[in-house]
């Protein structure tokens, strides 16, 4: 079984900085896709930024409003993918969750699967 665990949450000030990471861990072939999903209250779950990896190398796409503040990232070797966050604002405050399209067992059956993290929460004050 796949597990993605998450880390670097928690309260900052308006204009502060966050780092969050999310390390991948258990049987797996490939990871392919790694992303930031969050969830504010009331809201549904948006992308906030996600990072491929293949041949061609990585590629990067954010939701619009965060993508001149935060920067997605990948360490293949650890498998592990970051998120910094710079500029908070109130509007940022959510639980972020972790996602991975892993190419892995499941049920006995080789194939892409898709796991999320446990959410971590983000909270910036005005």
């Known amino acids: 079984q796949v597990q993605l665990v998450e880390s670097g949450g928690g309260l900052v000030q308006s204009g502060g900085s966050l780092r969050l990471s999310c390390a991948a861990s258990?049987?797996?072939?490939?990871?392919?896709?790694m992303g930031w999903y969050r969830q504010a209250p009331g809201a549904k779950r948006e992308l906030v930024a996600i990072?491929?990896?293949?041949?061609?190398?990585?590629?990067?796409n954010y939701e619009y409003d965060v993508k001149d503040r935060f920067t997605i990232s990948r360490d293949n070797a650890k498998n592990t993918v970051y998120l910094e966050m710079t500029r908070l604002k109130p509007e940022d405050t959510a639980v972020y969750y972790c996602?991975?399209?892993?190419?892995?067992?499941?049920?006995?059956?080789?194939?892409?699967?898709?796991?999320w993290g446990q959410g971590t929460q983000v909270t910036v004050s005005s």
């Open positions: 258990g049987k797996m072939f490939g990871v392919n896709d």
């Open positions: 996602y991975a399209d892993v190419v892995g067992v499941r049920d006995g059956t080789i194939g892409k699967y898709e796991y």
């Open positions: 990072i491929s990896d293949d041949r061609s190398g990585s590629n990067t």
